[in-house]
């Protein structure tokens, strides 16, 4: 079993910054590609950027340039360096782990950029 857990949302005002975590705590599996997402009340979940094992990456149009995917893997942890916020940023943002067999989500944080 994995369990996913985020931290470092919060409020913040339009062009600032914020840094998001994910600690994945691995009984028996490893972790292979990990990912950011995001989702706003009425909407489907997106991906907002993916990180493989070895350091590939993949982001969104609207965070390119803006947004850093990085990890950890020998602690299983996730980071998201989320620079020039803007108000359309404003979601839950969910962290995912996926191994060999399946995909682990966390609970969610969240992150309100403000006008």
């Known amino acids: 079993q994995v369990q996913v857990v985020e931290s470092g949302g919060g409020s913040v005002q339009a062009g600032g910054s914020l840094r998001l975590s994910c600690a994945a705590s691995?009984?028996?599996?490893?972790?292979?590609?990990m990912g950011w997402y995001r989702q706003t009340p009425g909407k489907q979940r997106e991906l907002v950027a993916t990180?493989?094992?070895?350091?590939?990456?993949q982001y969104a149009d609207a965070v390119k340039g803006r947004f850093t995917i990085s990890r950890d893997n020998a602690k299983n942890t996730l980071f998201l360096q989320m620079n020039s916020l803007k108000p359309e940023d404003t979601a839950v943002y969910y962290c995912?782990?996926?191994?060999?067999?399946?995909?682990?989500w966390g609970q969610g944080t969240q992150v309100t950029v403000s006008s």
């Open positions: 691995v009984v028996t599996y490893r972790i292979n590609d």
């Open positions: 990180i493989s094992r070895g350091g590939s990456t």
């Open positions: 995912k782990a996926e191994t060999f067999f399946s995909g682990y």
